[in-house]
């Protein structure tokens, strides 16, 4: 999994070091820097560059970057492969924009929650933090899930979800073994669910998956066996349209469903969901990443659609959600919680015992200006990517 995904033009090392300089103009009267017109417009820039994936557009915004960060842009322009000068320029322009390019959007939470830099935690080793540049709502895709709303947590429980995004995108029928079906008229598969990569988990439930009108369906069951993929695509075979997407409707539904949850995909993700800044951990034999993340309470909850062991609990006197989230011995272990203006703190070990990933919640507190800077710019030497 890469630490972070970027353009190959700026392929960006790990850690990051000091920059030294500051872009500012003065200092506010509450003791905040002040940015300057042309850092402002270069940071716009550079969020849209990221934004939009084009390398073409990351090497125009270098050749327009604030005096401070000059040398280190031409650097990276002059599209060196590797060595220590061009690492050297990736980390200055990665702490630089990450300090002074802000990328949360109106109503986003202002704070950071996390360790701070002298926390120690044996076994793990600090690498660095990123921020994530904002990307474009795609509209193509969406999903909904179902429950089983008498019960006091539908997510206790057997599931039924309908994604769907774009065929270029990539299709539902995952790594496992598959069985051949039709759906609504198009040929599918029914498969057992893979959660990440090549990760299947079979006892998780069921997906059946096919595509049409430009777009490829999953229609995932969790906690439903594939020996009932008849059942499946019989309620599969009822979806309907609804304003680009698609639903069950009431009458195809188990007893006892209803819908539970409606958004964008993303937000099932344990490791890819949608971040404002991330810290990395590495040890011997895995890592850990720490994620600020805003959501609404449905979006904080929706992602337990495809764990098994993530329960409710309380970690550091707070209410939370921790477990082990596909394995109950290997784990992801995962340590959640939402603070009451948006804020999920997200602790994920792939590798790491549940026990760690408890101890960094434990340790996990909101930093001042300062101590977030000051976690910017910490570089303890990870190398891997």
């Not at 401070?68 to 061009?86: H, K, T």
């Not at 895995?286 to 609404?296: I, N, R």
Request: charged letters at 25%; one cysteine or more; proline letters at 5%.
């Amino acid at each position: 999994m890469p630490w972070r995904i970027l353009p190959a033009a700026l392929v960006f090392v790990t850690m990051l070091a000091g920059c030294g300089d500051d872009a500012t103009t003065g200092t506010a009267a509450d003791g905040s820097r002040t940015p300057s017109s042309e850092s402002t417009r270069f940071c716009e820039a550079w969020n849209a560059a990221l934004a939009s994936g084009e390398d073409s557009m990351l090497d125009q915004v270098l050749a327009s970057a604030p005096p401070e960060l000059s040398d280190a842009a031409a650097v990276l322009r002059q599209a060196r492969p590797g060595g220590d000068e061009r690492s050297r320029a990736e980390a200055e322009i990665l702490e630089w924009t990450e300090l002074h390019c802000e990328r949360r959007q109106s109503g986003q939470s202002e704070r950071h929650i996390a360790p701070p830099s002298d926390a120690k935690f044996d076994g793990l080793t600090f690498c660095g933090t990123t921020a994530f540049a904002r990307s474009p709502a795609d509209d193509r895709s969406g999903m909904v899930l179902y429950g089983a709303t008498s019960v006091g947590d539908p997510y206790d429980g057997p599931m039924l979800g309908v994604f769907w995004n774009g065929t270029d995108d990539g299709g539902h029928g995952g790594d496992g073994d598959s069985r051949p079906v039709t759906v609504r008229g198009h040929t599918g598969v029914a498969a057992p669910i893979t959660v990440f990569q090549q990760v299947v988990l079979p006892e998780l439930g069921t997906v059946i998956a096919w595509s049409e009108g430009g777009r490829a369906l999953g229609f995932y069951a969790r906690l439903w066996p594939i020996e009932r993929r008849d059942e499946l695509v019989a309620i599969a075979n009822q979806l309907e349209a609804d304003d680009g997407g698609f639903r069950i409707p009431d009458g195809a539904l188990p007893r006892g469903y209803a819908e539970v949850f409606s958004g964008h995909p993303s937000v099932t993700s344990i490791v890819l969901a949608p971040s404002l800044y991330s810290l990395r951990y590495e040890g011997n034999d895995g890592l850990l990443d720490v994620h600020g993340l805003q959501m609404s309470e449905e979006e904080f909850e929706a992602f337990r659609f495809f764990t098994m062991g993530v329960d409710q609990d309380e970690v550091a006197g707070r209410p939370a959600l921790a477990g082990n989230a596909w394995d109950k011995e290997g784990g992801p272990s995962v340590v959640t919680w939402r603070e009451s203006d948006g804020l999920v703190v997200r602790i994920v070990g792939i590798g790491v015992s549940l026990v760690t990933a408890r101890e960094v919640a434990d340790r996990s507190r909101e930093l001042t200006e300062e101590e977030w800077a000051a976690l910017v710019r910490a570089n303890t030497g990870c190398d891997r990517e």
